[in-house]
């Protein structure tokens, strides 16, 4: 009886790049409306998904890989290339966080001064 190998699931990668896609779409909704108080949640959401959210799925990622290692059957390389994909798409995600940030900052600027 052959057994399988042990892979890393690819649904972590696929819920981050569907976290990234709705974060972007939300700071491409915010820059319409910058000067108004309407996006704040919008931008609270999107703050919260970008990085936290993609970066929890590559420390899932990590967490599953770190646990498999000690098994013979697990296929490290595979496990190694899903990371440093999510990897990428974490340091990605700083870029819809950081028109979130802005407009969190200025609405909070506008608001407290």
């Known amino acids: 009886m052959s057994q399988s ?7 972590m990668l696929y819920v981050a790049i569907s976290l990234l896609a709705v974060s972007s779409l939300l700071a491409i909704m915010i820059f319409p409306q910058v000067n108004t108080n309407a996006m704040l949640p919008y931008a609270i959401v999107g703050y919260v998904l970008t990085p936290f959210a993609v970066a929890a799925s590559l420390m899932w990622a990590r967490h599953q890989d770190l646990r498999f290692q000690g098994n013979p059957l697990y296929l490290r390389l595979d496990g190694q290339a899903l990371i440093k994909k999510i990897g990428v798409l974490v340091a990605l995600s700083f870029i819809p966080a950081f028109v979130h940030i802005w407009y969190i900052a200025s609405y909070l600027n506008a608001n407290l001064s």
């Open 5 to 11: 190998r042990l892979q890393l699931k690819s649904w």
